[in-house]
T-cell receptor, first 113, second 115 residues
Framework: ELKVEQNPLFLSMQEGKNYTIYCNYS?????LYWYRQDPGKSLESLFV?????AVKQEGRLMASLDTKARLSTLHITAAVHDLSATYFCAVDRSWGGSEKLVFGKGTKLTVNP | DTEVTQTPKHLVMGMTNKKSLKCEQHMGHRAMYWYKQKAKKPPELMFVYSYEKLSINESVPSRFSPECPNSSLLNLHLHALQPEDSALYLCASSQALRGATDTQYFGPGTRLTVL
């Protein structure tokens, strides 16, 4: 059974600081995704990582993937209040031509002024 | 256009009611998904349709009945629900192409309350 673990589950940080969210998964996978969810809202796709060593950056967020360690990281640089949200990683298990996404529990990020 | 639409936004129903949730996408995606999300929890997969055929049913109770009338539409029929079924129901779609990034795009969700 595929398991996805994120840590920390709660993260309170000051504006301007850096931090990293970790995502471990238990079995090999084709793809790893990062999503953002604001309270009461839907999920917004941030990154999809396909291969070992993949690194993607968008603004203050950078995601990386180490398939050998089964680890992905989401690094936040110089946090701003607008980044406050819950971040989910999700791992894909392709099945019969469609995807079965298994989500981590999410990291609730609060950026304080 | 990466939009998935869902109606209604909110739904309150009694345990004896029958209602339906609707999802629509016009991105040409051939895989569509229903997820259930309880408060402060991650989404949990319920059903997957691939090329209008049900390909995954995650042991969901029969009071939830999915339907995919065509490649753009996905319905979730609800009957005799329980209060613990109250949740945010999310629809998603993806291209269903092997070897592609195949990101799932999520709709805004329907917040369901069962009284």
């Amino acid at each position: 059974e595929l398991k996805v673990e994120q840590n920390p589950l709660f993260l309170s940080m000051q504006e301007g600081k850096n931090y990293t969210i970790y995502c471990n998964y238990s079995t090999t996978s084709d793809r790893l995704y990062w999503y953002r969810q604001d309270p009461g809202k839907s999920l917004e796709s941030l990154f999809v990582l396909l291969s070992n060593g993949a690194v993607k950056q968008e603004g203050r967020l950078m995601a990386s993937l180490d398939t050998k360690a089964r680890l992905s990281t989401l690094h936040i640089t110089a946090a701003v209040h607008d980044l406050s949200a819950t971040y989910f990683c999700a791992v894909d298990r392709s099945w019969g031509g469609s995807e079965k996404l298994v989500f981590g529990k999410g990291t609730k990020l609060t950026v304080n002024p | 256009d990466t939009e998935v639409t869902q109606t209604p936004k909110h739904l309150v129903m009694g345990m004896t009611n029958k209602k339906s949730l609707k999802c629509e996408q016009h991105m040409g995606h051939r895989a569509m998904y229903w997820y259930k999300q309880k408060a402060k929890k991650p989404p949990e997969l319920m059903f997957v349709y691939s090329y209008e055929k049900l390909s995954i049913n995650e042991s969901v109770p029969s009071r939830f009945s999915p339907e995919c009338p065509n490649s753009s539409l996905l319905n979730l029929h609800l009957h005799a629900l329980q209060p613990e079924d109250s949740a945010l129901y999310l629809c998603a779609s993806s291209q269903a192409l092997r070897g592609a990034t195949d990101t799932q795009y999520f709709g805004p969700g329907t917040r369901l309350t069962v009284l």
